[in-house]
């Protein structure tokens, strides 16, 4: 099928026929099953299966949606850390989220009284248009019911019904059994939604009805099918007020599209009208999963971070998937977690050495025996600072023509060209390193220059530990990279890159204990430039460690991510001349660097530093303390994703700006590149990718195939140079030493 698919039930995936099921002749009359899917890019996927889901129900005005997809929200009674309150029992409904903490909007924009627009804002954020009721109501997406024949005169749906999902990549969970897979993500229309990701038999030649697997009874779980949303999860920072004056929420502006989402405009006095679109659990969520400590008490925790959407973490327990309950929540107003800025930073859960617990497992014989386990640990940057790097400080008020700027939990900034050019400073928030427990959100231990305390100052295991580094003053977006040097099971380094251009390296165990008063932050390079560069180059993305024998190779990319569309070299973030870096990293584990590695030539300049080899031009030597390869497009070009390391090379993607020619329609995407990297003699290859824009991170792996009848294993890598499509897979050559080594031998005798 097709998204040109014609109105053709005999052929079609539901009885009325295409992929396009809400109206047919809204648009100059042309028939909307002939719409290609370049205007309508939600066709097909979870939201065919919401629009489906509501061709059943499109007469309930309750405000409830009990028919259609459950939408849980939190309260204040039932959202305390440590509740594990079931989310069914907080339904975003009229009466649930009318109370506390209540729905907020600016009602004057509003034709109804108060408690009928919350209801039509809760079936708008479920997928309802109104203007089936009226087009002069808020939120109404059409200019007009359509004026066709039942069925379609009936249906309710609005053509925005699921939102775009940006940065959030999916969490695939396998539970086996009769559940499968479910995939939880956030889209920013404000919900986080958990889908049914598993797929009717291959026998099965067109989806099975609604509510039913009609050939597996795997395929289903509960009522939901294959491609079925779940439950959607809306955070009441989304659509409460946290500042007043601030009548109009994130969620709020979308359905009221007032003010509409639009480019920034600079006003007559010199300050510019902000309109960015709002986000919501834009960030990637992680996910903790144990079904062998106790096979009775099987556990999934899941961990949502907001990135553009907000200062806040949310934890739920999705042990049964289909009940989900809260768990714990931390904003910047949590007892030590000032320094949180936008959540970018995804956390990792760890196992760190010495911190075990107790649990009591029954046995099939009836007997509970005790059992040590290592307790989960969650690993992040305190994330992003949205009031740096050219934003306008505070935050953007929507309710005002041009928006004023306030201080909110949830403030959403954008860039300002004003400030493009700023001193080099340091951030207000985001600097450090935080490590929590996964299971009550506590803080165990951070990092961060605003620490008031030391490592002699806690104790391991009672008190959290927040230790003061005083060079660490720019935020960490990035992820933190975990590493376990010995292979135990337990993390013994952490590795991170902020926006200054600094790396760093936390020690877990240098004295062998993991005791937090013994862990050690140590910066084992800066790389920003000149400390008079008004912009350095920046790290948005984590490094990779490649360990050795003599040295772990510690891998990095440097790219203003922020702002990739700005073609003029009066933007500092087009002026730099970004590196791929390799730094050895020769320090054992209980040993500390003396001097950070250092690049403090102009971040606008292909100068050299005096500790780092340049392999732009030239295989590297082995010498100094690493080796840079200044990116192939020059100024502007930066990288961005993270580099990934594989056979031996490292893979990364990066983007540089590029003017649009008067006169042509093309879009502004840039010209893409993929790189490979080999990290022990600095030889690259990059080419340029179709399309341009922003490539996605390379895929790395090994697949079995069958070649010539026989079953080999061979490694891919997608989107690396050797094809002109960032989704391109090539088959990357791995050295091996084919000279074999004896490793074991024995003795056979006769006895």
């Known amino acids: 099928m097709s998204f040109w698919t014609s109105k053709d039930t005999s052929k079609s995936p539901d009885a009325y026929g295409g992929f396009w099921t809400n109206a047919t002749t809204i648009q100059g009359g042309k028939d909307g099953y002939d719409w290609a899917d370049g205007q309508i890019v939600e066709k097909g996927g979870v939201s065919q299966r919401l629009r489906l889901r509501y061709l059943t129900n499109t007469s309930d005005t309750s405000g409830n949606y009990s028919t259609t997809i459950p939408l849980y929200t939190c309260t204040t009674s039932g959202c305390s850390n440590g509740s594990n309150t079931t989310l069914s029992s907080m339904p975003f409904s009229a009466t649930t989220a009318s109370s506390s903490p209540a729905i907020v909007l600016d ?21 309802r248009d109104p203007s089936v009721v009226s087009d002069t109501l808020a939120g109404a997406e059409m200019s007009a019911p359509p004026v066709v024949t039942s069925p379609d005169t009936a249906i309710t749906v609005r053509g925005s019904i699921h939102g775009d999902v940006l940065h959030s990549r999916p969490a695939v969970v396998n539970y086996g059994g009769t559940t499968g897979v479910v995939v939880f993500y956030g889209a920013n229309d404000g919900v986080f939604r958990a889908v049914n990701g598993n797929q009717p038999p291959s026998s099965n030649t067109s989806p099975a009805p609604l509510g039913t697997c009609t050939l597996s009874n795997t395929c289903a779980i509960g009522t939901t099918e294959p491609g079925g949303t779940l439950w959607g999860f809306i955070a009441p920072e989304f659509y409460t ?14 359905y009221l599209n007032s003010p509409p989402i639009g480019p920034s405009v600079l006003n007559a006095d010199g300050t510019f009208a902000t309109r960015p679109k709002p986000y919501f659990f834009d960030g990637s969520p992680s996910y903790y999963q144990d ?9 999934v925790w899941l961990f949502l971070s907001a990135r553009r959407g907000g200062r806040l973490l949310y934890a739920l327990d999705v042990s049964n998937p289909t009940a989900p309950k809260f768990k714990w929540k931390l904003d910047n107003n949590s007892s030590g977690m000032s320094e949180l800025g936008q959540t970018w930073s995804q956390p990792k859960v760890a196992f760190l050495k010495g ?47 041009p928006p004023t700027k306030v201080n909110d939990p949830i403030c ?52 959290a530990c927040n230790v003061n580094v005083p060079g660490m003053t720019h935020a960490i977006p990035a992820d933190v990279t975990l590493v376990d040097r010995d292979y135990d099971g337990y993390i013994d380094r952490l590795y991170t890159a902020d926006t200054g251009g600094n790396v760093w390296r936390v020690d877990m165990q240098p004295t062998g204990t993991g005791a937090f008063n013994t862990w050690r932050v140590t910066q084992i390079a800066a790389l920003g430039g000149l400390s008079t560069d008004p912009t350095p180059r920046k790290f948005f993305y984590p490094p990779d460690v490649a360990p050795g024998k003599t040295y772990d190779a510690v891998l990095a990319i440097t790219g203003d991510r922020e702002h990739p569309t700005y073609t003029t070299q009066s933007y500092k973030a087009n002026a730099i001349i970004n590196r791929f870096y390799m730094l050895k990293d020769v320090q054992g584990m209980s040993e500390t660097l003396t001097t950070p590695i250092t690049d403090a030539t102009s971040s606008t300049s292909t100068d050299t530093p005096t500790n780092l080899f340049n392999a732009t031009s030239a295989t590297y030597d082995g010498s100094g303390q690493g080796f840079f390869v ?27 700006p590029q003017s649009v020619q008067s006169g042509q329609c093309n879009a502004n995407l840039g010209v893409a590149r993929s790189y490979s990297v080999n990290y022990l003699t ?30 080999v294993t061979l490694p891919f890598v997608i989107g690396g140079p050797g094809s002109q499509s960032a989704f391109g897979a090539v088959k990357p050559t791995i050295p091996i030493n084919s000279k074999r080594y004896r490793t074991y031998w024995y003795r056979e005798k006769d006895q």
């Not at 079904?291 to 556990?299: H, S």
């Not at 306008?392 to 023509?401: E, F």
């Not at 080419?687 to 824009?693: A, F, I, M, P």
């Open 355 to 401: 911190y075990t617990h107790t649990v009591t497992v029954t046995n099939a014989d009836g007997t509970t025996p005790p059992k040590t386990v290592a307790k989960p640990r969650l690993i992040l940057g305190p994330a992003y600072d949205q009031n740096d790097h050219g934003e306008p400080p505070g935050c953007t008020d929507y309710t005002t023509d």
């Open 107 to 127: 009602f004057s924009k509003l034709v109804a009284n108060a408690v009928a627009n919350i209801k039509q804002l809760i079936g708008w954020t479920l997928g």
């Open 291 to 299: 079904f062998t400590t106790d096979p009775n008490n099987k556990k």
């Open 241 to 254: 007020n946290q500042t007043s004056p601030k009548p109009n929420t994130p969620l709020g502006r979308l």
């Open 682 to 711: 600095g030889a690259f290859v990059s080419n340029v990718l179709d399309g341009g824009g922003l490539p996605p991170s390379p895929v790395t792996g090994f697949v079995n195939v069958t070649v010539n009848g026989q079953d």
């Open 630 to 656: 200044s990116l192939a497009g020059g100024a502007g070009e930066k990288g961005v994703n993270a580099p990934t390391a594989f056979g031996g090379v490292a893979y990364f993607g990066t983007n540089q």
């Open 412 to 463: 959403r900034g954008n860039y300002n060209s004003a400030n493009a050019n700023a001193s080099r400073r340091s951030d207000t928030m985001g600097r450090g390193i935080f490590v929590l427990d996964a299971d009550t959100g506590a803080l165990l231990w951070s990092a961060s220059a605003s620490a008031t305390t030391n490592t002699t100052t806690c104790t391991s295991g009672t008190n």
